[in-house]
């Protein structure tokens, strides 16, 4: 590995002829509050716009920060958000070398060769424990992360960092099992083409002991329970044991305009608020990939990924992959006016494991090459737009496009699969880095689905192309058939706590029981006979069948210690949940029909308390 490692390092020096000096281009973590601050910075026009391709390297975070502290704009900055920068500053900076006790971390410095190549390596632990309670009116449920990580990092001269981590966790996140969904409806029946089966599905409920679409499975591949380790399985319904693997090899040139990556990490791109991206987020599981971003000029950058994603342990390892064989290729073009105007370009595909030229370029266009080799694949197409004043705030609007039909019949037809959001983020004056943020998602049913295909290349096999990896949307943390409105206040009042107040109303089309409602699922699939069957292809959101409503409240803190390596967080609140229905079957009624609140065994009321607390030693 380390034969591997210091060969590509070599040329990509020999190719791009650079000085040999140390800096630090490993990727920070998305969880890193460093986002939110940044974004902030932003809004306040304090710095020149970032990227839309997260995550950022540590480089970037410090040029960025260096740039608003020595800005004529630094004199607007309150005391506390001063300390904020300064403390961030720090920690992101090259520690010394040697052992030390307050970052858990060893660090070493040496030279190679004749050109004196500074080479470095980082080796350190960090631990975090996290425990959740859910308690409802018929049960409680009690869940737990707790996590324990070994890391070694560190530079490759100048413009080449790695990194490899090993997590070890111990993890249980109980749900519920609901009952079961056809993936495309039920007694669909397609006897002329066989290539179309109908499937049953389980379905289970989110996490009960976390919020409603928050849980981020922290494991890679399956997870082994202790009475088998032999076994592998696909969630921790009790006590199990799991590991992750992230590890990136970065190189980065011309003050950061070039950056080249390859790694399994997490991302979110796109130039919309944080955590809100349609086509890219970080709620998704990471994936092998290799990517790269060009910035030649300020108001224009390219950035593209291909990587090969992974399948979801829902029968067991033999069987479950067969079918879960694609790849993930992205690319997006930025392009922004100062720190006003951010219109970005984001064109994806899913495409089962062949070697494809045309995606991997980021210079053809995945939509219309498609056209070129054949109709095998899942395309989708992303347009966001933001406009900012700074010091203000900004607003913004995101279009995710799966498939659709340009038709007049653009708000029933099922064939439309996008999805939409917009939003607008303020600054609060007067409190530091302090921000009021409101959104509207509205994501169609079936977006980010894909129905399965017989491929020329994989025989008798019919193989999955939705929008998603390891069981979890690429896309939008919204399962298909959803809307959200969001409203979120989060603030720092000091530079070592973070406080916010959120509240959610989220719908979701039931996709189990006796009224589901079609295209609900992330594995469901639409109805190939698009036009003689109008009925099934019609879609009335709400007034279609039974739809679940979730009014989620929450407060959360993060704060960490002044004189120990020690970081605290917790979120508490509520989430009150029941289901609407229409009168009529789900589905085949081709019309909108009044709907009223529903409670039955199987669309149930339900009001619940939630719980999670945490701590960080050595925290990254």
């Known amino acids: ?44 026009g304090l710095c020149n716009p970032l990227s839309g391709m997260r995550p950022y390297t540590k480089s970037v975070i410090i040029a960025a920060i260096e740039e608003i502290l020595h800005s004529d704009k630094a004199e607007k900055l309150k005391k506390t958000e001063l300390e904020i920068l300064e403390q961030y500053l720090a920690s992101f900076s090259k520690p010394e070398t040697g052992m030390d006790w307050k970052r858990g971390a060893w660090r ?44 070694v ?23 519920k099992k609901l009952g079961t969904y056809n993936t495309f409806y039920e007694n669909f029946q397609n006897d002329q083409n066989p290539e179309f089966e109908n499937r049953k599905i389980d379905v289970y409920s989110e996490p009960l002991s976390r919020f409603p679409y928050t849980y981020k499975k922290r494991w ?60 890219f987020n970080q709620m998704a599981r990471p994936f092998l990939a290799v990517e790269g971003e060009f910035f030649p000029v300020p108001w224009l950058g390219i950035s593209s990924l291909t990587g090969v994603l992974e399948y979801f342990n829902n029968e067991d390892i033999y069987v479950s992959p067969r079918t879960n064989q694609n790849a993930f290729s992205i690319t997006m073009l930025q392009f922004r006016y100062k720190n006003y105007f951010f219109f970005d370009f984001i064109d994806a595909v899913i495409w089962p494991k062949r070697f494809e030229l045309g995606y991997i370029s980021p210079v053809t266009n995945n939509f219309f090459y498609q056209n070129n080799i054949g109709k095998f694949d899942n395309m989708a197409i992303t ?46 004056p007067f409190l530091p880095f302090t921000s009021l943020k409101l959104s509207y998602t509205k994501i169609n049913p079936y977006t980010y689905t894909h129905h399965r295909n017989y491929l020329p290349w994989y025989g008798d ?50 996709d189990f029981g006796p009224n589901a409602v079609d295209g609900s699922n992330l594995l469901s699939e639409l109805d190939p006979d698009r036009d003689s069957n109008p009925p099934v292809l019609k ?5 279609d069948g039974a739809y679940q409503w979730s009014h989620i409240i929450k407060i959360g803190f993060e704060w960490n210690l002044n004189k120990a390596p020690v970081s605290f967080y917790g979120e508490a609140g509520t989430v009150i949940s029941y289901f609407t229905d229409i009168a009529e079957e789900a589905n085949v009624t081709g019309a909108a029909h009044p709907y009223s609140i529903v409670d039955t065994p199987d669309y149930t009321k339900s009001n619940g308390y939630i719980v999670t607390i945490g701590f960080k030693l050595y925290p990254r």
């Open 153 to 175: 990092n560190g530079d490759l001269g100048a413009h080449v960092s790695y990194e490899f981590i090993f997590n070890g966790g111990l993890i249980r996140a109980p749900r």
């Open 461 to 510: 096999l019919r193989m999955e192309k939705s929008y998603s990896n390891n069981g979890v949307c690429l896309g939008y943390y919204l399962p298909p058939n959803s809307d959200e409105i969001l409203a979120r206040f989060q603030t720092m009042p000091s530079k070592n706590v973070t406080a916010h107040l959120q509240y959610q109303m989220i719908r979701h089309g039931a």
């Open 383 to 428: 347009l966001n737009l933001k406009i900012q004043y700074p010091g203000l705030g900004n607003i913004w609007f995101s279009f995710f496009v799966d498939e659709m039909n340009l038709t007049v019949d653009l708000l029933t037809l099922d064939r439309q699969m996008f999805a939409m959001q917009g939003g607008i983020n303020i600054s609060v």
């Open 108 to 151: 070493g410095e040496t030279k190679m060769g004749k050109s004196d190549i500074e080479l470095s390596a980082n080796v350190g632990v960090s631990v975090d424990i996290e425990g959740s309670a859910g308690f409802y009116s018929d049960d409680m449920y009690y869940g737990t992360d707790t996590w324990i990580q070994a890391y």
């Open 220 to 279: 890679d591949g399956s997870i082994y329970f202790f009475n088998s380790l032999s076994d592998f399985e696909g969630w921790p319904e009790d006590f199990a044991g799991g590991y992750s693997l992230p590890s990136e090899l970065t190189a980065s040139f011309f003050e950061n305009k070039l950056i080249m990556r390859i790694g399994r990490i997490t991302h979110e791109w796109g130039s919309t608020s944080f955590g809100g991206s349609l086509a």
């Open 539 to 543: 879609r009335f959101f709400l007034q």
């Open 1 to 44: 590995m380390k034969l591997k490692i210091l060969t590509a390092y070599i040329c990509l020096c020999a190719f791009f002829r650079v000085p040999l000096f140390a800096q630090t281009h490993n990727s920070v973590s998305l969880e890193n509050q460093a986002y939110y601050i940044l974004e902030q910075a932003e809004i306040k």
